[in-house]
């Protein structure tokens, strides 16, 4: 007898052994993805007028249009090369902030992100988006029950398939 240890037999061994017990764990229902993931609200997500994914999103509620919510795309901020990905920056003097949408007009479903803010959230928010193709892009503040909305007009001239 030989007393030689063989590493690639030993990881062989250690990888089907976590594969199997992965698969095990799995197949028990203790590891349920849709239990671990946040709320996802599909039908806003997947409406395809901008009316229908604000309300789905943010709720009846009046509309109010402020210069309170400022709001800045791209650059420069009214044109951009490459719709694949756009800049948003969204600024706001608001007091009690909830959620703050983004939808684009022209993309096959309007909503892009939705954000719950708490009160430890400071803004500037800044992040980028994709843009099918020339659109108006939307921003939509919920505070104190009031809807804030402002848009923008981007015209895109390579547009990013949405």
């Keep these: 007898m030989t007393d030689t240890i063989n590493p690639q037999r030993r990881a062989l061994l250690r990888k089907a052994f976590s594969a199997s017990t992965l698969a095990l764990v799995a197949g028990s229902g203790l590891i349920l993805p849709q239990r671990l993931l946040a709320h996802w609200p599909s039908d806003a997500f997947t409406a395809e ?10 709720g009846q509620a009046e509309i109010a249009t402020t ?21 948003v920056q969204i600024d706001s003097e608001l007091d009690n902030i909830e959620r703050i949408a983004i ?19 400071k803004l500037p928010f800044k992040t980028r ?5 020339d659109s108006s892009v939307i921003a939509v503040a919920r505070a104190d029950g009031v ?3 402002t848009e923008r007009f981007v015209s895109v001239v390579i547009g990013g398939d949405a």
């Design 49 to 58: 007028a901008v009316e229908d994914a604000i309300l789905a999103i943010m």
């Design 67 to 87: 210069k309170t919510l400022k709001f800045t795309t791209g650059k420069p901020p009214k044109k951009t090369v490459s719709g694949d990905s756009v800049a």
């Design 103 to 121: 939808l684009v007009e022209n993309n096959p479903y309007p909503l892009v992100m939705s954000l719950d803010l708490i009160s430890a959230v």
């Design 129 to 133: 988006i994709k843009i099918a193709k």
């Design 147 to 149: 809807l804030y909305k």
